[in-house]
């Protein structure tokens, strides 16, 4: 029921790379990823905020930028390999008929703006200034020790055209979620690991999350503790928990603007073309929920607005299990 | 506020020791200990299943025996230091009108049982037959690692009376919960740590729960894991979380009886006469959550009854703020 | 100082595979991945067997063969891509005038045999049988939780010719070690983290060592009590350490015929090309480490030879600083 | 063989409390011990650091002091229970004609020092101030997040008379080591873990380390690579490694003026009186290493004087097998 995927895409995207936030204070919110994630500031402005995690050489993997309006995601970045693949995606989106921009940003090579067809805000470039990778300075350490970005997951209106459009960039499916043959959430892959890109459905496009890996499993607990004694303790917004799709050990913090981090150990390698996609069978996706209550209606419908794009809903919205429906049955069970 | 602690008791109990636990199918309830929680069986019969941690040279910490009835707890066991401590204890339970019976039990030394004011049943004993210790046996290593019975919680319908008998015990408080000047939880110790016996206002006296310690944190989550796993997911019933009063890093399971075992790591050294109690202000008990959800009214309400014991409820039953009460709360200001 | 990476190589090596080793009683080196180092077996028959990582989907990534003479390694296996990578490389093999022939290997696709300019022994396929991962399966967990098979450290007489060779296969360094212009160790990767493999200078081509990943650091510990109390105590070769280039921690094991096996925690991720290859000066390999006493002479020299290779010596053979040279040296200081 | 222990001893020494060190550069002291081992500083004058563990409530467990001539241990420090057991233990060290002294120690109650048969020197209190304790202040945590200290290590020149002076001081060994008759090492408790005072046999009385614990195994790796990176990685004297006796995790450390610290993980919990200690047998003390190399010279004979003690050597010197003693026999093997 999946789609195709090109094998020998057009131009070679290697990974997700860079998330680009708009944050109401920059300096809160700064903190909030140095102190509780762990990220390292590479560079900071006034107005602007580079950051990467502990074993990253590139100059960010995440750049919060002081907003002032709306909190809205104005990136999701990947990496090409070379430059020549830069002028390759330019020429598809454009045969595609999609957005396809060259723009300047500080920090990296030669850069492109694209959409997706639902309109999803995409960065593409090749190269980035180096830093010294910072993962054995264990003195430097804060936070949760967060040692790379790793993957994002969005919302679309349609789960499995988003999914068509990204295998035909070479993504392939490590997971997915379906019920009976709708696909409901794709988790993508082109870097080796499980994930690149998760594609969920609902009102899109949307920032549903974005992940950095923790090296060890006590890391979890560390980044809960941190958040609760820097005044963020509501903010586990769910887990910690074990993933169904994956099987990654997850907490999921919201920034100070309610942006969603998670924060995950390290999943297994992909890379060989003969294993095929682990399929979850799905009536709602709290089904896959391995022990632990179900998340709440916030963790399933909350997510950021991307920078000037319009959302679309679902033919049929979804309609997971939520914590608070699965208290209301338990609650009438007894009183019934 | 707390009662005062006589600090050269009548007689020395050392330390929290055994629970005997009715369950309804012992093949299924030993299973469940060893291949979740990690005990290991010292010796099973028809009807007896002894276990032990592995850093445990007793011959049980817990006696699981083959119900007809209900699935009630029989005892909890304390240790006392010397044979002569038992004489002692003999008389003075005698002398306060409370019950004070010697048995023979198996693969222990004399044997006493006792009751406290409320009827909760005790076991008192010296010795016990010895075993290897197998903490570091590895390759005999199964479940979550438990390595030693740590702490008992009951339910008392009077918390302050409860804490004012155990006190004159030589039991002393490492932290306590309190409203105004009403004690609604006394975690109480006797072994150097913050914990043999923790007391909380409810309809008792009854077992809330009894807590294995392992040896590092990331076993919490082998633990959810393998309950998972094993049928069990269902019956994570509370966590993983961050205690507040204690701090330790938690997860409840509930057995197939419904017996509640803890699952926590180590605690800090208390011994000292110096140190106060940490008081914790709380118009309920769910004020403490550091991170995370509320538990449920199940985990608030529900304890296993002691065999034979009648309940008295308290003149006022605590009120804790259950994740029930707290969904509704946020659905109705979601709806106003 | 280093080769010219193509990278747009003739054909796409994307990963270390497998390994096939000759072992003088598959039983016991069954019993000894299985339970120290944690692989599972997949199959087993009386001349072979199969295992794999807990994370692998792969049929094996260690086969091991009943020998009737002396331990040898007969392969070390690396994937392709897709199938007609497969006919590139024999093409390529055949023109550079290198062994290549075709083989039938049970539970592979295609596969392909061939040599590098130094002998070393390769195996090449694009496909396995596949098989479930077991990485969540934590009941059948055992040893130190090997994940998967990492990289394969081979010994040349001169490595800058097989750093040149790799490198025109893509293999691009993360990081090398060279004293002056002379490069002594070269580690190479194809898969996006730090290493597939890592190829030093002495008496070639024979394997040092293969690598299997751990998931969390205290598996290192449980490896050696392992190994400890499997009565393979005396064979933890060495380390606990941690290492310069990679800065992976590592424990290194010798297996009943002596193959040297690495567990080490993960690495970190590379793919961007515009990262240079971190330097580590030396004058000799000992003195990359960061703490912790050299390595033995047994470490420095001994290595598994390949099945009916000839070896030749470097031009220079490198003269490490060993603990035996070490303590001599302290011994005559304290004398002197 | 071993000494009858007193279980109602005269006074109730409670467990190892506090060590008082000589250093000859206070600053570069205080930094080894916040930024590797992880302790905090509760108050720092010019000439007196006192510091004390993360789960520590008292005022301190170390005190550095800055010395004018040989960075010797001053005192190593016990808690009596009550303040009524330094009246009794100050009328016994008397009755046996050994020193006893009171003396003004700031943030203690009332202090005395005593002196053991040999001279090692010791000092009792039943009090000190009280702080807060920083256990789940994750972002004040540095080095190795040491949270208390646990034992210390002894020479004496005749370790069984040692071991009967405490014996009947109430302390209990949970562990010995003994060759034929002879004993070696008694590794003794009062609190009811395996370790408060090790006594080894050497020239003494001198300290040979005291050890604090840390909560989880991966921070003896933290605590190498914060050696490594902080210059003193040369100063990770042993380890890390596996104990023998009592079966924890080590890594011992060198501190800038030699004083040896050890880091181990938690141990296993003693109190019950029909347990019997563990006897290891021994020709000399490096036959109990489970795992990994022996010893060096230095680990078994390098220990810090106390001050003003004079020492005597044992009857006859035990002779370990230290590493250099290993590393030339294997020469010697080879060679011949």
Redesign the interface.
Known sequence: MLPVVD?RPPFNI??ASHIVLHVADLRRSRDFYV?IVGLVVTEETGTHCHLRGL????HHSMVLVQASGEATCKRIGF?V??DEDLDAACKWFKEQGLPAEWVQVPHQ?RTLHVEDPFGTKLELC???T?CE?L?????RFTGAHA??LDHFQIFSPDTWKSCEFYSRLGFRNSEYLAHGDKLLGAFMYR??TCLDLAIVESEGPKMHHFAYII????L???A???????GY??S?DRG?G?HGPG?M?YVYLLDPDGHRVELC??H??T??????PVRWDAASLSTN?????PATAHWYSHATPFEGASTTRPATMPNPLT??TY??R??AAQAG
């Open positions: 094998f290697t990974r102190k074993s990253e050489a590139c990496r390999y070379l090579g090749a190269h980035m180096v990778r993962f054995l300075q264990v003195e040692q790379r870097k080796g090296p060890e499993s006590h979890i607990f560390t809960c503790d941190l958040a609760g004694n820097h303790g509501a586990v910690p074990r099987g050990l150990d390290g297994y390698q890379i060989d073309t003969e294993v095929e929920v391995r022990w632990g209550l914590l608070e208290i209301q338990q609650l």
